[in-house]
T-cell receptor, first 115, second 116 residues
């Protein structure tokens, strides 16, 4: 079945460091891809998305590019801030040829940014 | 729009009691998901509905758990009887599914359940 694999955490960085969180997927169809963020004590919020190959999603300085050839959707940010400390989830939603609408999440990567 | 609304936000109950969690999805959305989040197991999909019909309930832990969606604007997740290992944060999410393309889901704030 469809699945998402993202890098294990926790990830600890200093402020202004470069961030990469790796995410790869397996899917039978042509999925849409998402990154969600969860701040402490809150629900998940959509950070960015991409719905077709080579699309780049971006928001709040974060970016991720849909790479169909490598089945990847890595999250990047050039300069992290303390306020970016949160748990980040990669997710996919089945597309053409997939199942009936499941939304599948990776295990999450906890990011801590130190001042 | 008020977003996905879950109630209660916190629930503390004694082992053996029945617990009912409630969710009001965003108006117009036709898919609804229930997730459970714990430190040990992360975010787990329990069940999801399309157009009020349960599509996949393979994530429901056991017969003590049941979920219903009697109409497009309301869903419940019931645990009877509750056990301490059910303690977790339960999230409801909804989205609009059009054709074969997957859209993003919107999450509620969650219900933190503690079974003592």
């Amino acid at each position: 079945g469809d699945s998402v694999t993202q890098m294990e955490g926790p990830v600890t960085l200093s402020e202004e460091a470069f961030l990469t969180i790796n995410c790869t997927y397996t899917a039978t169809g042509y999925p849409s891809l998402f990154w969600y963020v969860q701040y402490p004590g809150e629900g998940l919020q959509l950070l960015l998305k991409a719905t077709k190959a080579d699309d780049k999603g971006s928001n709040k300085g974060f970016e991720a590019t849909y790479r169909k050839e490598t089945t990847s959707f890595h999250l990047e940010k050039g300069s992290v801030q303390v306020s970016d400390s949160a748990v980040y989830f990669c997710a996919l939603s089945d597309g053409y040829g997939g199942s009936q609408g499941n939304l599948i999440f990776g295990k999450g990567t906890k990011l801590s940014v130190k001042p | 729009d008020a977003g996905v609304i879950q109630s209660p936000r916190h629930e503390v109950t004694e082992m053996g009691q029945e617990v009912t969690l409630r969710c009001k999805p965003i108006s117009g959305h036709n898919s609804l998901f229930w997730y459970r989040q714990t430190m040990m197991r992360g975010l787990e999909l329990l069940i999801y509905f399309n157009n009020n019909v349960p599509i996949d309930d393979s994530g429901m832990p056991e017969d003590r758990f049941s979920a219903k969606m009697p109409n497009a604007s309301f869903s419940t997740l019931k645990i009877q009887p509750s056990e301490p290992r059910d303690s977790a944060v339960y999230f409801c999410a909804s989205r609009m599914r059009t054709g074969s393309r997957g859209t993003e889901a919107f999450f509620g704030q969650g219900t933190r359940l503690t079974v003592v």
